[in-house]
């Protein structure tokens, strides 16, 4: 079968990889309709996500139909379509019980203190293989799959096995309640289902911070309120609209591969600060490996996390969503404490949200379509890989046709 594997840091093609068996009698074999490309998919690519395993298939976001289960699976039948959560959990131990999937205590083989088991990632995280494939091992696959009503279009759930779940925990995270002004950090692809998520759990109004028009114009779809950090200071922009106070909480969905603003007043303050950035960019990827443009780390990794502490108001709270390696230990918490701030954060704990937000897709409340722009063969992959990279106008998330 074709599938999109790691070879190094810089370096994935498209191969001829063996299909995938049925190795522990929980697994399901699921036969790939869509999977996508995900921003953290780059951060391994990039080398901001480093440990990754030579010939590991990518990707942790799919929807398919179950072609095969094992013996002590119960509950799916060969020909279910189901949306695969992209972090994996037993749905036995004391965490998956509590809700709390991305902390399985069972489904990491490095063991209970290892952390998140997802699909696609580096050793620390199993290593599973990923689901940008034609076909895919499900382990604990009474837990890592979701039934997929009739009503739902392949194209609807496949935002539910990551995106759309990681936004709404970071509004979950951040607090966000009735009235609040909420500041959400990115206005890629899991920033809109941010605004979307902030919306509809109560905010009175969201502002939104990118540096890239076309998303800014997605979201101000959304009614949003829009800054673009190469033109203008955006900690200053939030403050004037709040009356000097700030925002009530924050929803930082960039992460590590912040960059840093090209032009403008927050290009001018930012100056200072970039042999400190350069310094955080050598320890979040040591081993990158850029080509030209392509495979390039952002360079300013902790500045949606200064932004974030400066713009939320005094006994504010913040959800960071953004992906942070390990051993990243850049954070402004002097600052962050004398504020009185809330700061939680996060992997997403998929398996508990996927069914409520699946409900909101087939009543209508949310279209999870309005915010795919890219639709994708399988033997195209690399160059969409490359070409979400760049971060080039319009691709604000690529779904990969399988099937």
């Not at 902030?198 to 076309?214: L, W, Y």
């Not at 200064?306 to 939320?312: G, I, N, R």
């Not at 051993?327 to 004398?338: C, D, H, K, T, Y």
Request: aromatic residues 6%; proline residues 7%.
């Amino acid at each position: 079968m074709k599938a999109v594997v790691w070879h190094g840091t810089g370096d994935i093609r498209l191969d001829d990889v063996p299909e995938p068996k049925i190795q522990e009698p929980n697994d399901a074999i699921v036969r790939i309709t869509r999977s996508a490309i995900c921003g953290t998919d780059l951060h391994m690519v990039r080398g901001t996500l480093p440990g990754m395993v030579e010939g590991t298939v990518l990707g942790h976001e799919a929807v398919g139909v179950v072609e095969e289960t094992g013996p002590e699976v119960r509950g799916f039948s060969p020909g279910d379509r189901v949306v695969v959560p992209s972090t994996i959990g037993c749905g036995t131990c004391s965490y998956c019980r509590a809700g709390y999937y991305a902390q399985c205590d069972t489904a990491n083989p490095n063991g209970s203190d290892a952390g998140t088991c997802f699909f696609g990632g580096p050793k620390s995280t199993g290593p599973v293989d990923g689901l940008q494939a034609e076909y895919a091992r499900v382990p604990y696959a009474m837990t890592s799959m979701v039934r997929i009503p009739d009503a739902v279009s392949d194209d609807q759930a496949i935002l539910l096995s990551d995106i759309f779940p990681t936004a709404w925990f970071g509004a979950k995270l951040a607090e966000v309640g009735p009235g609040d002004s909420v500041l959400v950090l990115g206005a890629g692809v899991v920033g809109q289902f941010a605004i979307a998520s902030a919306k509809r759990q109560g905010a009175g109004r969201v502002i939104v911070v990118d540096g890239i028009a076309s998303r800014l114009d997605k979201a101000r779809e959304q009614n949003a309120e829009t800054v673009d950090f190469n033109q203008e200071d955006p900690v200053a922009v939030v403050k004037e609209l709040t009356g000097g106070i700030g925002v009530d909480r924050v929803i930082e969905a960039v992460g590590v591969d912040a960059e840093r603003p090209k032009s403008g007043p927050a290009a001018e303050q930012t100056k200072e600060m970039v042999e400190r950035f350069e310094q955080e960019r050598q320890q979040a990827a040591p081993d990158a490996n850029p080509n030209g443009e392509q495979w390039v780390p952002g360079d300013a990794p902790s500045l949606t996390a200064e932004w974030a502490v400066q713009a939320v108001a005094k006994a504010g709270s913040i959800g960071v969503i953004g992906v942070y390696p390990p051993g990243f230990n850049s954070f402004p918490i002097g600052a962050a404490m004398n504020k009185n701030l809330t700061v939680k954060m996060g992997n997403c704990n998929h398996r508990r949200y996927i069914p409520d937000l699946l409900d909101l897709v087939v009543s209508g409340t949310v279209d999870p379509t309005a915010f795919i722009t890219r639709h994708e063969r399988p033997v195209d992959a690399i160059e969409a890989y490359q070409t979400f990279d760049r971060r080039e106008d319009g691709w604000l998330k690529t779904v990969l046709d399988v099937a």
